[in-house]
């Protein structure tokens, strides 16, 4: 299975999806013209991973900044995630945020409430 890797722009993410670590990495900014079209890749890619998943997935989430759109977006990709740890595949989730960044760390803790998978909050200190 191909590596999903997308450079980061300053109004898209960088994306690293690579199914041989079973790693998922986004990080940047995210407020792409159309948040639809940006994710879709993205949530295409989890759906044919999650036929061969790793045992463990480890999904690392750096965000500085999301629109709504991106928020509905990022959601789609964490169920997509779920129905991987669902399948008795592990999923860790890491939420990093900035010291100073309250909504980020907020936007985090209300995902987690939503998806049934566990977070690591990571609290980015500098």
Known sequence: MDTLSIEGTPKT??????ASKGLVEIKGRSI???SI?????LVDWLET?????KPQ???????????TSSSKCILDVFKKLEAIHKANSGVTI?????????????AGQDYESI????????????
């Open 37 to 41: 079209e940006f994710y879709k890749p």
């Open 57 to 67: 997935t480890q999904v690392n989430i750096q965000l500085e900044y999301f629109n």
């Open 94 to 106: 890491n939420w990093f945020y900035d010291e100073d960044d309250e909504d980020m760390l907020e």
């Open 32 to 34: 792409p013209e159309n």
């Open 115 to 126: 998806i049934r998978i566990p977070f690591k909050m990571i609290e980015v200190v500098g």
């Open 13 to 18: 993410p960088t994306v690293r999806f690579d």
């Open 49 to 53: 991973y999650a036929k061969e998943a």
